[in-house]
């Protein structure tokens, strides 16, 4: 009996068969938010377009930076009540970085200094426990954190501001890195993203541009805040130097479409001009260091190596023979004296006195925020130090030795990474960029966490496919026989 209802059901069945190859995937997660389409350039325009006032504004009326800094961040808690994928707060992140210098900028009431690594770092804890299940942590960058622990108790007391100030951004970049890590950036995701970056820091742009073309600055040969607005030229040059790197590499993830790339090419190319004109050389370096860094990898990629060449020359080329001879004549030949100075503005002092003072104390150091009480004798006030490295051995001792040693592991992990070539060269460049930083203004802003936390993804393009995400192809009936 059994047999026959078998044989008849069977007989119920077959017709509804359906024998054609089904196509079965290896992750079964929803799409991306982002992944039907990339950002047109008329859309791309109008998002640059809309920013480039904002820091006008902001300087005009410094409560509108505060709102605009508290939306930003009240979007991010928005996307993350939202979204099943961490990928629309990434882009709150991102936006959030480039944005840090106009309400620092504008000095905006209510929002403290470290207000974007706060941001920043509330965000990634809430990334890391709403999709931990997505894709394994790296937890390497939680003992980054513990060594710098015993360090707020080697002080001889706990300064709450000290600890703010020094430990945010080390902090920041660690959880950064793990929050990140669990991340794979598609071809448009990444473009986002990088457009992120880019809008706030064309708002600096801007400013410095309405400022050269309607008012009279001077230039010498030191840092030049009047072109700035006020704002710390170190700062400043920083910000739109992260600008034009992301705009480099989003040169790289459009090569069908010549209008974006031309755009790309010319965004880079005034952001590093305005950046130049600040007379501060640190943000000329950190993007001319990241880029040298990602060349190799970039040269290596089947896809991004035909263009990489040509886009390198054409940056070579303009900058040499049109973009520099402009500017310094534009400043009277102070540009090509400023960048030609090697003086390192007592930023070597400051280097040897920390190297002493863990030399005296090499164990523990002297503490969270102790060490600029050493620079006293020397300057003539508590100036905080601008390399995070002479202050991590200065402050924590041994322990910094140990954080510096893993900073170098994790660097040389990313390079010899079994990754796309695009992927490394993204990854070693904002690498590059966050250490190169770090050399010359410490952790003052976001801007080293979040690039050194975003090294930690894996990013994709449509031209070279991850083999891990999808399996070949299995022939399976749609219905079992019974």
């Avoid at 299940?133 to 939680?142: E, F, H, N, S």
């Avoid at 004798?377 to 130090?385: A, I, L, N, S, V």
Wanted: proline share 5%; charged share 15%.
């Amino acid at each position: 009996m059994k047999y026959q209802n078998r044989t008849r059901l069977n007989e119920t069945q077959s017709p509804q068969r359906n024998d054609r190859p089904i196509r079965y995937s290896r992750r079964n997660e929803e799409p991306s938010i982002s992944e039907k389409e990339s950002p047109a350039a008329g859309q791309i325009i109008l998002f640059f377009l809309l920013h480039a006032p904002l820091m006008i504004i902001f300087q005009r009326a410094p409560i509108i930076a505060t709102a605009y800094g508290v939306g930003i961040l009240l979007a991010g808690f928005y996307y993350l009540a939202q979204d099943t994928q961490p990928t629309r707060v990434t882009w709150i992140i991102a936006y959030l970085t480039g944005a840090e210098i106009l309400w620092r900028g504008a000095k905006a009431p209510l929002l403290i200094s470290e207000y974007g690594k706060y941001s920043i770092l509330l965000l990634c804890v809430l990334m890391l426990m709403k999709y931990r299940g997505k894709k394994q942590v790296a937890l390497c960058p939680l003992l980054l954190i513990a060594l710098l622990i015993p360090g707020i108790f080697v002080a001889p007391k706990i300064d709450r501001q000290a600890i703010s100030y020094q430990l945010g951004g080390p902090v920041t970049l660690a959880v950064a890195s793990m929050a990140f890590s669990t991340i794979e950036f598609k071809k448009a995701d990444l473009q986002r993203l990088f457009l992120a970056v880019i809008a706030p820091t064309i708002s600096m742009a801007f400013l410095i541009i309405f400022i050269g073309g309607t008012q009279d600055v001077s230039f010498s040969s030191g840092a030049n805040e009047e072109i700035t607005g006020g704002i710390g030229a170190n700062q400043v040059t920083s910000a739109l130097s992260l600008g034009a790197t992301a705009a480099f590499f989003y040169i790289f993830t459009t090569q069908k479409n010549k209008t974006i790339r031309n755009l790309m090419i010319a965004i880079s190319v005034i952001l590093l001009s305005t950046s130049v004109l600040t007379f501060s050389r640190a943000g000329l370096w950190n993007t001319l260091g990241a880029v040298a860094m990602s060349i190799p990898f970039l040269f290596r990629s089947r896809w991004q190596g035909s263009n990489a060449f040509s886009i390198i020359l054409v940056f070579g080329v303009l900058g040499y023979f049109v973009v520099f001879p402009f500017l310094n004549n534009l400043t009277g030949g102070a540009i090509a004296s400023r960048f030609s100075d090697l003086d390192s503005t007592g930023r070597d002092v400051l280097v040897e006195i920390d190297y002493k003072v863990f030399q005296e104390n090499p164990i523990l150091g002297v503490g969270v925020g102790q060490s600029v009480y050493y620079h006293v004798p020397y300057f003539g006030y508590r100036k905080p130090t601008h390399t995070e490295y002479s202050r991590l051995l200065a402050e924590h001792g041994s322990l910094g030795v140990a954080v510096l040693l893993l900073l170098t592991g994790i660097t040389l992990s990313r390079i010899t990474s079994k990754r796309s070539a695009f992927s490394k060269s993204v990854s070693v460049s904002f690498t590059t960029w966050a250490l190169l930083y770090m050399t010359h203004a410490a952790t003052r802003m976001v801007a080293p966490s979040f690039a050194f936390g975003l090294a930690a993804a894996s990013f994709l393009t449509e031209e070279e496919p991850n083999k891990e995400d999808t399996q070949p192809i299995r022939k399976t009936p749609r219905y079992r026989r019974l």
